[in-house]
C-alpha cells in the first residue's frame, strides 16, 4: 500500500510555478520535500510539523512554501520563481515520531513517496 502520493510535477518555463501535492494515507508528525537531479545527491527542501512549523533549504527560501492540510493529510510545495536548477525529481518523505526534531536534513524519514518530476526549461 502506497503511503504518500507525489503529483503536480510537470514542465515549465524558467520563472514559472508549480504546486506539488503530497498526498498521505494517514497522518504523520512530520512531511518533507526532497529532490534528486540526474548524477546528483538526494537534496532536502523544506518540512513541515503537524502543528505547522517550518524549515528551508536556503537554495528555496523566499520561492517556495510548504503548507499542509491536516484534514486532507495532504501536504503542498508551492514553487514559484522557478529556475532551471530546480529540475529534479521530487519527492515527499514522513515520519510519526514526535521525539525527533522536523527538520528537511534528518535522517530520520522512514516513509517515501515514489516521486514527481519536475523540469524548468530556460
Known amino acids: 500500500q502506497v503511503q504518500l502520493q507525489e503529483s503536480g510535477g510537470g514542465s515549465v518555463q524558467s520563472g514559472g510555478s508549480l504546486r506539488l501535492s503530497c498526498a498521505a494515507s494517514?497522518?504523520?508528525?512530520?512531511i518533507g520535500w526532497f529532490r534528486q537531479a540526474p548524477g546528483k545527491e538526494r537534496d532536502g527542501v523544506a518540512s513541515?510539523?503537524?502543528?505547522?512549523?517550518?524549515e528551508y533549504a536556503d537554495s528555496v527560501k523566499g520561492r517556495f512554501t510548504i503548507s499542509r492540510d491536516n484534514a486532507r493529510n495532504t501536504v503542498y510545495l508551492q514553487m514559484n520563481s522557478l529556475r532551471p536548477e530546480d529540475t529534479a525529481m521530487y519527492y515527499c518523505?514522513?515520519?510519526?515520531?514526535?521525539?525527533?526534531?522536523?527538520?528537511?536534513?534528518?535522517?530520520?524519514?522512514?516513509?517515501w513517496g515514489r516521486g514527481t518530476q519536475v523540469t524548468v526549461s530556460s
Open positions: 518523505a514522513a515520519f510519526s515520531a514526535t521525539y525527533w526534531p522536523c527538520y528537511y536534513r534528518s535522517s530520520r524519514f522512514q516513509e
Open positions: 494517514r497522518s504523520y508528525y512530520c
Open positions: 513541515i510539523v503537524n502543528y505547522g512549523s517550518t
